[in-house]
């Protein structure tokens, strides 16, 4: 067996749904949640395994409230455990000694926690149910059961934020002393509840509270800083990590490997060719049930323009060629002579002011 993919295993069920969440994930029937673990164990049954999986990542949703029993029953249909990087997400306050044992025995040896914030009001405004001693207890609960590769996701732009809380959560991210650290800005779209809510002008859900662009902004730097004074460097935009640490199945996307996607809403990427499947549970479980595909849709993506939209998204940059200078030349001298791009050797890389205009400097290469 070649070993040529990464596993992305989706579980879209949550006790509760967050206001800034864009995911199709949320709180669903109890019977659904039993039929698409059915559903999800014959897709991943049905699937040809010609190759050893690279890396496995179980998101949500709420993978860490699946049930211990089921998580192993899961994963006996993956080859190759324990061998490889195996991630799951977890809610703080979802975590238990016979979960995490199971997860351990199942081959899962990465958890990333959705911390969000450590400040006990800003979690209050956006459904969250933990605290700072609940993540507390769960990384050492993680620890004392052999799993050290450690992951804890912070926003940037919550509700009520202020540059003193927001030092406050990152001082308690450092405490912890994790290996690995998500920052993420704020994305206002109208796929969340808070999002649609700041797009309509609203109040609800302390949309009039959220922090502005540039405050946004300055509190990511802020966190740039401070993980890098603590050895956690920034490898891509949102993602800072101790030499070694970094997510290899996150590698994967930024550097256009392979990887194979199960579950609804689940995408996949062969190397030539994309593809997705049906985006709720209950349509994914009704194709199963009705023994119909549950892919929704094939593409063949540019590889030129995902060589830079999402190879830039990388601290390390991308290498272009020759063509590459014949296509792009004028954007690359315009970003470098505007102090938003830089070389780094044959590499052209986003500055850390280029990071903050990103979007639109992904744009130029976007048909």
């Known amino acids: 067996m070649a070993s040529v993919a990464g596993i992305y295993i989706s579980w879209p069920f949550c006790a509760q749904k967050c206001t800034y969440c864009n995911f199709a994930s949320g709180l669903q029937p109890k019977d659904l949640e039993d039929q698409y673990f059915d559903a999800l164990v014959a897709e991943l049954r049905a699937h040809r ?37 195996a991630t799951i997400e977890a809610a703080p306050g979802s975590l238990s000694i016979d979960k995490v044992a199971a997860w351990k025995r199942a081959g899962i040896n990465r958890a990333s926690l959705g911390v969000q914030s450590f400040v006990k009001a800003e979690l209050a405004r956006t459904g969250r149910r933990h605290d700072a001693s609940t993540v507390q207890r769960d990384v050492a609960l993680l620890r004392s059961n052999g799993i050290e590769n450690i992951n804890l996701d912070v926003i940037a732009g919550l509700p009520g934020q202020t540059p003193e809380t927001w030092r406050a959560s990152l001082d308690a991210v450092i405490a912890l002393d994790v290996p690995h650290v998500s920052v993420y800005m704020l994305e206002v779209d109208e796929d969340s509840r808070l999002g649609s809510e700041i797009l309509l002008g609203g109040k609800r859900y302390g949309a009039i509270d959220v922090p502005s662009d540039d405050s946004i902004a300055t509190f990511y730097e802020i966190a740039v800083d401070e993980l890098s004074r603590h050895g956690i460097d920034r490898y891509e935009i949102s993602n800072f990590a101790r030499p070694g ?123």
């Open 49 to 85: 395994w010609p190759w050893q999986p690279e890396t496995l990542f179980i998101g949500g949703g709420t993978p860490s409230g699946i049930e211990p029993a089921r998580i192993e029953a899961l994963l006996d249909n993956v080859p190759g455990r324990p061998s490889f990087e």
């Open 245 to 367: 640490a970094e997510s290899r199945h996150n590698m994967k996307y930024w550097r256009r490997e392979p990887y194979i996607g199960f579950g609804s809403d689940a995408h996949s990427f062969d190397g030539l060719l994309r593809w997705q499947n049906v985006e709720t549970a209950r349509q994914y479980v009704d194709r199963w049930r009705n023994a119909e595909s549950v892919r929704l849709e094939t593409s063949t993506p540019n590889p030129v323009e995902e060589k830079f939209f999402v190879g830039l998204r990388l601290s390390e940059g991308v290498a272009p060629d020759e063509s590459d200078w014949k296509r792009y030349g004028a954007a690359f001298e315009r970003f470098l002579s505007g102090g938003v791009m830089e070389r780094s050797g044959d590499r052209l890389r986003l500055t850390p002011r280029g990071i903050l205009v990103s979007n639109e400097i992904f744009q130029e290469f976007l048909v």
